[in-house]
Nanobody, 125 residues
Framework: QLQLVESGGGLVQPGGSLRLSCAVS????????IGWFRQAPGKEREGVSC????????NYVDSVNGRFTISRDNAKNTVYLQMNSLKPEDTAVYYC??????????????????WGQGTQVTVSS
């Protein structure tokens, strides 16, 4: 059974860093594109970043470009989202999602088939 589990969220001060992990099971990560999304209270879920199955292509929403870095370790069946210079507006529940494709990736919600349960990130002093 395909499963994605996010971890690494927490409370951090503005300017701080967190690294989120998306551990997958029930499928071979090598053939999947992975996306990271977030949803703040009262707002719609938005795409944050994505990485292709090979890791050769990545994409970021403008608001996090230069601060967040997505990476993957297929041997460990895990995708990471390194978040630096965090801002209060980054506060949200962060989700990872998977799509079986060897092509590129997308930060569009409709692109993905499977979703994790999310991890809370709170940026506050």
């Amino acid at each position: 059974q395909l499963q994605l589990v996010e971890s690494g969220g927490g409370l951090v001060q503005p300017g701080g860093s967190l690294r989120l992990s998306c551990a997958v099971s029930g499928f071979t990560l090598n053939y999947y594109a992975i996306g990271w999304f977030r949803q703040a209270p009262g707002k719609e879920r938005e795409g944050v970043s994505c990485i292709s199955s090979s890791g050769g292509r990545t994409n970021y929403v403008d608001s996090v470009n230069g601060r967040f870095t997505i990476s993957r370790d297929n041997a460990k069946n895990t995708v990471y989202l390194q978040m630096n210079s965090l801002k209060p507006e980054d506060t949200a529940v962060y989700y990872c999602a998977a799509k079986p494709t060897i092509r590129s990736c997308s930060i569009s919600i409709s692109f993905y088939d499977s979703w994790g349960q999310g991890t809370q990130v709170t940026v506050s002093s």
